[in-house]
């Protein structure tokens, strides 16, 4: 009699650790979408090279030269905090040949389609009028040795293009500002 009663007893442990088995499963998935889901916009700019050793700063100090070239180009920021940038053109060569700014412009602006523009901008340093509302915040337009400093903030959270607009520069002279929640 008791064989009878055990028989019955293995097969419904049996199936109940089947069925555990494949809930688990079920639930791990659902977890690691949703985990992925949340994390994704806690960290702007993971896939950036080199993110991951830029240390939050609220006081950007950055020049540019006359190779063309920022000295840095990876920023990281919070959202929605004032940050100040200091700006200078270390150059020799003159402004007329080599003048540098620095603009940042709103999230998903297109960034040739705005240095495209700014080319023919002459009368307004190279910040085109008809794209103002691309513009964050922008230095004056500098020749050799002359520094600007602006402040502005990053009102959401998310990775920000900056450029040089002088004509021809925006090529090499591009960076991205992070702003982290
Ligand atoms: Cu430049």
């Not at 889901?37 to 993971?46: I, N």
């Not at 050793?53 to 030269?65: E, K, M, P, Y």
């Not at 003159?94 to 009368?123: C, E, K, W």
């Amino acid at each position: 009699m008791k064989r009878v009663i055990l028989v019955p007893a293995a097969l419904i442990f049996l199936a109940a650790c089947g069925n555990n088995e494949s809930a688990n499963k079920t639930s791990t998935a659902t977890d690691t979408a949703a985990s992925a889901a949340t994390a994704a916009p806690e960290k702007p700019g993971a896939d950036i090279p080199g993110i991951d050793s830029v240390q939050v700063t609220d006081a950007i100090v950055l020049t540019g030269n006359d190779d063309t070239k920022y000295d840095k180009t990876l920023f990281k920021v919070k959202a929605g905090k004032q940050v100040s940038l200091d700006f200078k053109n270390v150059g020799k060569m003159p402004a007329t040949a080599m003048s540098h700014n620095v603009v940042i412009l709103q999230q998903g602006i297109d960034v040739n389609a705005f240095g495209q523009a700014a080319i023919a901008a002459t009368a307004t340093e190279h910040i085109p009028a008809s794209m103002a509302d691309a513009v964050i915040a922008h230095t004056k337009l500098l020749g050799p040795g002359q520094s600007d400093k602006i402040t502005f903030t990053l009102p959401d959270v998310g990775v920000y293009d900056f450029i040089c607009t002088f004509p021809g520069h925006y090529a090499t002279m591009k960076g991205k500002i992070v702003a982290e929640p």
